[in-house]
DNA sequence: CACGTTGCCGGGAACGATTGCGTAAAAATA
DNA sequence: TATTTTTACGCAATCGTTCCCGGCAACGTG
């Protein structure tokens, strides 16, 4: 099963030229007469020619594509990222090689070296959770290779980066839920060996501090895997409620440990907001819809992508090597519904 | 900004041998001596050679990739198909290139090209809902590119092709509203022109007419862009409502319809499933979550994608043409919850 | 008329890899 | 020892394209 297409030869031959004549007269150069030039663009119309990206990528050592690595596209944070990557991408003439790693250090390294081999001009990079080895990124930064970071950043390479503003989207959300009157407030979140998790989690921190309590590690529980391993968030969840103070609201620090833990509520016949508020990161267009409607912080994920693409563009097509490099921070937006509307009850002592 | 890679030549130059004996002793060939090539593989590891794709590609006129084309990957239903495809492409060597089409017949055109040019091996494609000409797909058929439908199939080009049991889903699904108690169903439901709504619809009709019941044309509404167009998802549930006679259940034929159906009940105060019952095909994750938990079909999203890429290869690594075109259906799961749970109430009298 | 300039085009190398063919040296055979 | 076979490697073409270089006309100029 071979699928033939037609090639520079094919018109060269067909109207008695050479290749280089063919190819000039496409490319419009200035030593080729009109005529000639009319009698080529008009009979590679014909035959619906296109020139072969392999070879032109083979020849110019670039591809005219880049290549994206996030953990998974089912998590609508990062679907809408990549559209807004593949709008910039686009309309500048590039192409998107989307993969996933799944989270796993492995596989990520594996798409790694399939995208760069692909000879991709540049790369956008969301880490994976289990990536603490990042020496692979350094060295492919070090050869030339341009690289834009987001969401989750490696601050070690110095290159452009684009985050949400986490530490403030989680005060805010902290804050938030203080404001409605919780007094326990626990967080789920991703280890802080990812830059979302640390920030976040300081942001947290801060905003408890800020009004007067102290956080308490037995509130702050760690999903390695983000939600995306039930075991886990069970875990994280029995532990907090074997507490013999157990925490009246969460704040969840990423998309599926959000939507985990009303799944994990539920479960356990809570009901949210009475027995415990929820907030938490997510971009889900279904948040409004869930049961309870959930309060959340929200990032502006097609800007981030446009940015980040914008971004890596400039280092692709830049003469000489940048080394003025620039972390974009976007603001996070909260959007308040019933999840974090504590009910008015008899005031319960709290000890904390 | 260039970024360079180790090639063969490197290797040769640094040994003092040529080209052909560095790639014989690369491919393991019969005729190098083993010290050459213990030397070679040695020296190939140290430098952390990797052959170049690109130049593969070219030579071999294959690049051990697919190419999958869907609307959108930020819906579950396709970014579960995707992971499908690339479990079992990534154990079979391939790489996997995703592009969306978000239902433009022309970016759809854009994408295919793209791929074909980028020499995939073979095509995975659900069809955009726009696309009414498949003159493209058929030229590139009868060149010889290997290609498998999914859940949007074109009928005229034969191919192998997977599907889920449209016709049974749509019927269990309006069957359990019937037994449900509901009387008067409307169905919102993609463009027949699309062979998920003819079967969907066809589904939905064999039901109440197997109950007795006459399909009501006013009760059956279409979506041209499956519920990705709020308008137009407003318009159908205004003429739905309007109705001197207006439904008491809906059975939505895509994953955005059902979840942009309970946006748009919830909108107008109505409330389910005590007013109107609600069932519809849907992927998504956080449906029973949702308030209230959504009854819905599930398709075998994961096995219709290994299904799919299962098809594919065996039709690239054929030697001969094939001719023996198989369709695989593939059954439907019924998930019921509470959005189709018919409160006992005073009996209506109803006219249908 | 001789010479430089310009316009227009072809030859061939290159990008990185594979592979059919040719061949020198070493080994096996007569 | 002479011949054949085997071993082990290099040369060069190829994939599709670009681009440097070289060349041949026709023209203009002194």
């Given amino acids: 099963?071979?699928?033939?297409?037609?090639?520079?030869?094919?018109?060269?031959?067909?109207?008695?030229?050479?290749?280089?004549?063919?190819?000039?007269?496409?490319?419009?150069?200035?030593?080729?007469?009109?005529?000639?030039?009319?009698?080529?663009?008009?009979?590679?119309?014909?035959?619906?020619?296109?020139?072969?990206?392999?070879?032109?990528?083979?020849?110019?050592?670039?591809?005219?594509?880049?290549?994206?690595?996030?953990?998974?596209?089912?998590?609508?944070?990062?679907?809408?990222?990549?559209?807004?990557?593949?709008?910039?991408?686009?309309?500048?003439?590039?192409?998107?090689?989307?993969?996933?790693?799944?989270?796993?250090?492995?596989?990520?390294?594996?798409?790694?070296?399939?995208?760069?081999?692909?000879?991709?001009?540049?790369?956008i990079i969301s880490v994976s959770t289990e990536t603490t080895d990042f020496n692979f990124f350094r060295e492919l930064h070090d050869r030339g290779m341009p690289i834009v970071f987001f969401d989750r950043i490696v601050d070690e390479i110095q290159t452009h980066k684009v985050i949400a503003d986490n530490f403030k989207g989680a005060y805010d959300a902290t804050?938030?839920?203080?404001?409605?009157?919780?007094?326990?407030?626990?967080?789920?979140?991703?280890?802080?060996?990812?830059?979302?998790?640390?920030?976040?989690?300081a942001g947290y921190k801060a905003a408890l501090k800020d009004h007067g309590m102290e956080p308490d590690d037995a509130l702050i529980r760690y999903c390695q895997h983000g939600g995306m391993v039930a075991a886990e968030m069970d875990q994280a969840m029995n532990e907090l409620f074997s507490l013999t103070n157990p925490p009246d609201a969460i704040f969840a620090a990423a998309d599926k440990l959000t939507t985990g833990s009303l799944r994990a509520l539920c479960a356990r016949g809570m009901s949210v907001p009475e027995d415990i508020g929820l907030i938490g990161f997510s971009n889900s267009e279904l948040t409004e819809l869930l049961n309870p409607s959930l309060s959340v912080v929200r990032q502006p994920a097609f800007e981030m992508g446009e940015e980040a693409t914008s971004l890596l563009l400039e280092l692709i097509e830049s003469k000489r090597p940048v080394t003025d490099f620039q972390t974009r921070v976007l603001s996070t937006e909260m959007l308040l519904r019933s999840s974090t509307r504590l009910q008015k009850r008899s005031p319960k002592t709290s000890l904390s």
């Avoid at 699928?3 to 008695?16: C, M, P, R, S």
């Avoid at 998590?75 to 593949?86: A, C, M, R, T």
């Avoid at 804050?175 to 919780?182: M, P, R």
């Fill in 1 to 123: 099963m071979k699928f033939e297409a037609v090639t520079i030869k094919d018109i060269a031959k067909a109207l008695g030229l050479s290749t280089s004549t063919v190819s000039r007269a496409l490319r419009d150069s200035y030593e080729i007469s009109p005529e000639t030039k009319k009698l080529v663009l008009e009979y590679a119309e014909k035959i619906n020619y296109h020139p072969n990206p392999i070879a032109l990528s083979l020849k110019e050592r670039r591809s005219r594509s880049i290549g994206v690595i996030v953990c998974e596209i089912a998590n609508s944070y990062f679907s809408q990222v990549i559209n807004g990557i593949e709008s910039i991408a686009n309309t500048n003439g590039y192409n998107v090689i989307i993969s996933q790693s799944h989270e796993s250090s492995v596989k990520e390294l594996v798409n790694l070296q399939y995208l760069t081999s692909r000879s991709v001009d540049g790369l």
């Fill in 175 to 201: 804050t938030h839920l203080i404001n409605s009157g919780y007094k326990r407030i626990a967080t789920l979140c991703n280890t802080v060996f990812l830059s979302i998790g640390k920030e976040r989690l």
